[in-house]
């Protein structure tokens, strides 16, 4: 299988978010999420376990009670049944993969 990301399915464009779904499975699930400059994911909970990858950009992630400001290059393993959010802090547009492992 190969997929551009700019093709593949897209399952959230609002509030300066556009996410797409770039892979899911019963094992696994990659989505491309895009942050406009000042744009926030509210904070929520996963019933799986999360790895964010920041492709580009930088913003805070909380976690639980902590927060961390993440730039370009660098990933974090998030538990599951934790809330998180992210805010993108920077003039330009944050990117980031989701991958989750789906366990069943």
């Not at 000042?38 to 992630?61: D, M, P, R, T, W």
């Not at 902590?66 to 547009?93: F, G, M, Y």
Request: some cysteine; proline content about 2%.
């Amino acid at each position: 299988m190969i997929k551009k990301i700019d093709e593949c399915e897209v399952i959230r464009t609002k509030e300066g978010i556009t996410s797409r779904k770039i892979l899911s499975n019963n094992k696994l699930e990659i989505i491309h999420i895009i942050l406009e400059p000042e744009a926030e994911l509210e904070k929520h909970i996963s019933h799986f376990e999360v790895q964010f990858y920041v492709i580009f950009g930088e913003g805070l992630l909380t976690i639980g009670e902590e927060t961390h400001l993440l730039k370009r290059d660098t990933i974090v393993d998030c538990p599951k049944q934790v809330a998180r959010s992210w805010k993108n802090l920077s003039e330009t547009n944050l990117e980031l993969l989701v991958i989750k492992t789906i366990m069943i």
